[in-house]
């Protein structure tokens, strides 16, 4: 398999630390969806990132459906959502509302980066709705006493809420300060220790 896009995208990294949790060989390929559009557009026509090219030459795309394909790949005790309920439609939430934010960050990103005028209506809308979820997410991880967020082992929520913050806090310094979610914050310096998060990662690279 061949996963492409940068591994400053949260969404690209999510995916980049599921497969290396689950063990799938994969090589990968740092495409940027601007300055190496025409390599992406035969695999995506859309230019987004994160692409999954499998052995096959079927392209997956979104991050979401590309980790319930794998998901599929191993076995179902093994997956990195939880299988039985509540905890299903709780992570499946939690994760919902990490991509949302991140969503938000990268439609604020382009926003300022893009328009000789930024809209301050769009852009005051964006980080409201940033400062909301992670208000939210800071309340649900605090009423939890795991390790993880829902168990003693790491999981999709985990991973995507950390790969989020950290686009977040790169992305728009000073936009908004993690010692005013401290749970949030150590849960995510914790998670960014690992070797996993370590060895996915790279700083962030604004597009050209």
């Not at 439609?107 to 909301?132: D, P, T």
């Not at 997410?137 to 829902?150: C, K, P, V």
């Not at 849960?187 to 690992?194: D, I, M, N």
Request: proline share 7%; net charge neutral.
């Amino acid at each position: 398999m061949i996963l492409i896009g940068q591994y400053d995208s949260p969404f690209v990294r999510r995916v980049g630390i599921a497969l290396t949790l689950y063990g799938l060989p994969f090589s990968h390929r740092p495409w940027s969806t601007f300055g190496d559009a025409d390599k992406l557009r035969p695999y995506n026509p859309l230019t987004r990132v994160p692409t999954l090219v499998l052995d096959t030459g079927e392209a997956l795309i979104e991050s979401h459906a590309i980790l319930d394909y794998l998901d599929s790949l191993v076995p179902a005790e093994r997956a990195l959502f939880p299988q039985a309920e509540p905890a299903r439609r709780q992570a499946l939430k939690v994760a919902a509302l990490a991509t949302g934010l991140g969503d938000k960050a990268v439609s604020l990103f382009y926003e300022k980066r893009m328009h000789k005028e930024v809209s301050e209506a769009w852009a005051n809308r964006c980080g409201a709705q940033i400062v909301a979820v992670l208000g939210v997410l800071e309340a649900d991880r605090a009423s939890r006493a795991t390790d993880y967020w829902f168990g003693d082992r790491i999981g999709h929520a985990d991973i995507v809420v950390v790969a989020v913050l950290g686009f977040v806090t790169e992305a728009h310094p000073g936009l908004v300060s993690l010692a005013d979610f401290p749970g949030l914050n150590a849960y995510a310096a914790r998670l960014e220790a690992l070797p996993v998060f370590q060895a996915i990662k790279q700083p962030f690279i604004p597009p050209a």
